[in-house]
């Protein structure tokens, strides 16, 4: 059967690739060490596990509003009152089925065949395919490691053209975990005001920061900026909901309704329950989200140095998310790997260790290696990735 062609040029995903491979060699009883998730290892927290199961036994089982209740509208308004100092109107919010499909769900509603949409790389790996199943163009740029992984205003003006239709920024990132300042954000904002190209603001990360680090929308530097940008969250992240699947998206009324209209024609509504869940997430605030990022703060500060300290191994700190992004191509070439997913390959085959090679996030030096699991793993697969490069190097 021919299949469309717009699937045939999708690129796997190398993240569910590694991980599959992973849970493989693991069911062969190999004791396998995966650093390459991307989702808290944390449970949900019980209260919104309480509140989803009261809903559906107070009979909210049903359909809800393709573009999500109203009450969870209002609390993601709230969220943004307090955090951003941000005001929306219900019309300018849309729940989605997870961060993902408000970012799908956008580019469909927002591009043309032959639209350009600028991605910084390193990238979060589904960004360019979402941009070319919707018949854009993702147009990549490579933000280089030595300004610490963050495009600069001279680049994203230069890679601008008539076709241009949006641009991605992506902070805390992911894969890298750095972010940008408020003057590096304004900046940037500058120009895309300048030509009047979209601000794509994917935030999902926002809560997850380091080190007295303070996150920074840069929807929040002025009201043209805000009118400008298109803010991606959710709840998968901040309270470890990765598979209850919502998400949202703020900004431009008129973008917002394509997006709902869009919607009503191809999920009809989030998960209600799940909604109800997200709806105590912000309502019941328990600290539960603090107590999840000091964990991570404190693997981060544990292992940074042992990873930077790896022989033929730089790494640039990260600031949020929960993710190392280390150079690893000099290590890789005194191993006798003539790439680094080949070298990511037989770590795991050799020392059942599971990185995701950087080349799916249009980095092939580096790889992602995630401490959003328990320190002690982490410091084991460390170990080996030590013995692994002291073993090939001889």
């Known amino acids: 059967m021919e299949l469309a062609k717009r699937v045939s040029t999708l690129t796997p995903s190398s993240t569910l690739a590694i991980t599959a491979k992973a849970k493989a060699l693991k069911a062969e009883g190999h004791d396998v060490l995966g650093l390459g998730a991307g989702e808290p290892d944390f449970n949900t927290p019980q209260h919104i596990i309480d509140a989803a199961v009261a809903s559906m036994r107070e009979g909210h089982t049903k359909y809800t509003p393709s573009g999500g209740l109203v009450q969870l509208k209002e609390a993601i308004i709230a969220k943004f009152a307090e955090d951003q100092k941000l005001t929306y109107d219900p019309s300018e919010v849309i729940v989605c089925i997870g961060a ?17 949409v600028v991605i910084p790389a390193p990238f979060w790996v589904s960004y360019p395919e979402q941009v070319k199943l919707a018949g854009g163009a993702p147009i990549e740029v490579k933000a280089e490691e030595k300004n610490n992984f963050k495009l600069t205003p001279a680049q994203l003006e230069e890679a601008i053209t008539s076709r ?14 750095v972010m940008y300042s408020p003057e590096e954000l304004k900046e ?26 303070t996150h920074t929308s840069i929807a929040e530097l002025s009201p043209a900026l805000k009118e400008q940008t298109v803010v991606i969250n959710g709840v998968s992240k901040s309270h470890s909901m990765t598979g209850w699947r919502i998400g949202y998206a703020a900004g431009n009324k008129q973008v917002i309704q394509a997006m709902t209209n869009l919607a009503s024609h191809s999920t009809s509504n989030p998960t209600a329950n ?17 107590t999840m990022r000091q964990a991570f703060e404190s693997r981060l500060n544990t292992i940074f ?29 005194s191993c006798g790997f003539d790439s680094v997913d080949a070298w990511v390959e037989a770590l795991l085959e050799e020392e059942k260790v599971a990185l ?39």
Do not use: M, W
């Open 164 to 177: 241009t239709k949006a641009v991605i920024i992506n902070s805390p990132s992911n894969p890298t975990g």
């Open 356 to 394: 995701v090679p950087g080349s799916g996030f249009g980095a092939p030096e580096n790889v992602r290696l995630s401490y959003a699991t328990s320190e002690d793993v982490i410091v084991q697969a460390l170990h080996r990735i030590e013995r692994f490069i002291e073993t090939h190097s001889k």
């Open 305 to 333: 140095e042992k990873v930077n300290s790896l022989p033929g191994v730089s790494c640039v700190k990260p600031e949020g998310a929960f993710y190392l992004f280390p150079n690893v191509k000099k290590a890789a070439a």
């Open 188 to 213: 940037l904002g500058d120009v895309a005001l300048k030509h009047n190209i979209l601000i794509v603001s994917d935030e999902i990360y926002e809560k997850l920061v380091y080190d007295g680090a």
């Open 100 to 116: 993902k499909h408000a970012l799908y769900t956008l580019f469909q509603a927002l591009l043309n065949d032959g639209d350009e």
């Open 274 to 290: 799940a909604q109800y869940g997200a709806i105590a997430a912000y309502e019941q605030e328990d600290g539960s989200v603090e």
